[in-house]
């Protein structure tokens, strides 16, 4: 067993305590590459850290890791952790286990003074045609996929909240730039009062060989392809799509019958690949929405009082102050259709929260435009963001 301790600091100007969080990640050791094995281990282990902190899976990629030597690597590390020490190291069957800890300052964010949660529709993979049917039974497989990524979403309170799971996939990413798909995605996120939706299919399943070689007899490998997409709900138009593949050995004989949710197959290399990935999956989701302005829809106007559809749980708070939203559409001489979106001069300001919903009054009443039921409203920055759609 090795024992690893390498401390990494950076200059902080927070006047808030710290606290030391500690977590482990596994990965395997697959064509003998044990430096990509403990770089993934590693980032495992962070990232367990800061969910630990209740921190934003999106300052993951604040961390590059560069070899150093053979058997030692860095994480280069900034805000929100400030020290990182490797404190274990130990491979075993094939796989390669980290636990570190970390120096952690849960007030510090990317973008904002505090974490704002995006609101989301989480929809089923789909199981494509390329996906056959083969030992394992893969339609079983795709729902328990399905389980953990929703598992792993549902663990970043500091990022997402999830409003609504549907029970049917949509449909394929092919059509999501059409109009009518668009205007489907408007309305079911509009149902939930969601922001966006994320939506994906699994793409390849297969199986192939391992050549022998000179001390090596011939092994099963199986492959695995996700792809996940995030898309604006307000809009209905796509954010990102990404695929995540891998290959990795495949441990059981083809006669194996296996539960998908079993540990048997889960603590199995091809297991610990696909939940890195499914990992991977939602740290790239939160990388993408980490600094998008949350959005809002006015669901109750009484008198003075409007009534918008966000609130505790995503982390609004009284004297939070949100801008009103001017939408307009416009059609240019070929025919197509354009809708834009700008902020006007009303401003509200949260004066009570709930966990589904405040409620705002006008900053400057004589200055409000007119507001009605499902009108948008934008969460104003509270310090100047790195990334702002």
Known sequence: MTILRLTLAALLTFN????????????????????????????????????????????????RQEDLAEELFALHSSVPVSQIVIQEEHERDGQLSITLKADVWPQANLCDDRSIAKALVLTPFSLSAGATQVALGNNALNTEINRRFTTAVQRSPADFLVKAITAEPLFAPEQYQQGPAQQQLRNMAESSQAQFIVAGRLRNLSFGRQQAGLLKKERWVRQFALEVSVLDGVSGRPIQSQIYQTRTLWPFAMTTELDPASDQLWRSDFG????????????????????????AQVIRVTGSSITIS????????????????????????????????????????????????????????????????????????????????
């Open 16 to 63: 808030v305590q710290a606290e030391w969080y500690s977590g482990s990640g596994t990965a395997v050791i697959f064509d003998d590459n044990r430096q990509l094995a403990r770089q993934q281990a590693a980032k495992q282990a962070l990232r367990n850290v800061l969910l630990q902190g209740d921190v934003s899976l999106a300052a993951l990629q604040l961390y």
């Open 272 to 295: 610990i690949e696909l939940q890195r990935l499914i990992n991977e999956a939602v740290d790239d989701i939160a990388v993408a929405l980490s600094c998008v302005r949350v959005k």
């Open 310 to 389: 966000v609130g505790s749980r995503q982390g609004i708070k009284p004297g939070d102050t949100f801008s009103l939203l001017h939408s307009d559409s416009f059609t240019d001489s070929w025919g197509n259709s354009y809708a834009v979106t700008a902020e006007n001069d009303s401003q509200l300001e949260v004066v009570r929260v709930y966990p589904d919903h405040a409620e705002t009054r006008a900053v400057k009443s004589h200055y409000l435009a007119p507001v009605q039921v499902r009108d948008q409203v934008q969460l104003d920055s509270v310090r100047e963001r790195q990334y702002a759609n």
